[in-house]
Structures are given as C-alpha cells and as structure tokens.
C-alpha cells in the first residue's frame, strides 16, 4: 500500500474538512493532515516548501466552490508553475456537472475526481487510484 506521508485538504467548510482529516487519518495509508480553507494558503504553504521537496504533499485534496481563491483558480496557478516534484490532486467536490469533471480530469495533476462526502469507501477508492 502507497503511503502518503502529508495530504493537504482545501476545504472552506470546517465540518467537511475535520471528517476528511478525521477518514484521513483512520486509515493506514495518511500520516499527516494539514488543512486551508481555500486555495491561496494552500498555495503559498507550496511556494514556502518548494526549495525542499521531501515538505510538499504527496496529495491535495480539492474542493472547487470555495472564497478567496477557489479550486480553480488554485488548478491554474498549479499548473502555471514547476514544483520540484510531482504533486497529484483529487477533486473532492459536491458538483456533479459533467462539464466540471471534464474541466477538472483535464489538468495534468487531477489524478480523480470524487463526490462528497467522504467515507472510508471513497477514501479506499481514492487509495486504490494513486498507487
């Protein structure tokens, strides 16, 4: 089994964000959570660990509708830029429109797209999809 020594999870909503970290960190897989409440923190925690590769997440999870910088937004800014290594993310979005997972498995790093909420199934699943 694929281990994931740290995830970050972008997430705006508290209650989604502490039962993702919460399903995180009950499987072996997930050692360390670190959780932003939209994309720009997320991104400058990137930027800060980009001159040490081992510090950047083995995987981001992702929502789409989120304030300030949104998960789009964080997609282009991602994909704008050249990290030290390669940093794969899973969507995890209540948007079921087709057009958004089109968009979303169109970035090179989207490594899956899933629907909330999460549950040890899914995060089996999303474990299953990665290794």
Known sequence: MKLFELVYVIEDDFITSKITELYLQQHGAFKRVQKYK?????????????????????????????????????LDALSA??????????????SINPDDIKR???????????????????VDEMVQLLE
């Open 104 to 122: 979303a498995t169109s970035y090179t790093a989207v490594q899956g797209y899933f629907i909330k909420p999460m549950d040890a199934h899914l």
């Open 38 to 74: 939209n994309g720009q923190p997320a991104l400058d925690a990137l930027h800060r660990a980009s001159d040490q590769p081992a510090k950047l997440p083995d995987l981001i999870l992702l929502d789409l509708n989120m304030p300030v910088m949104d998960g789009w937004e964080f």
């Open 81 to 94: 830029e050249h990290w030290p290594k390669p940093v794969p993310v899973c969507v995890l979005t209540s």
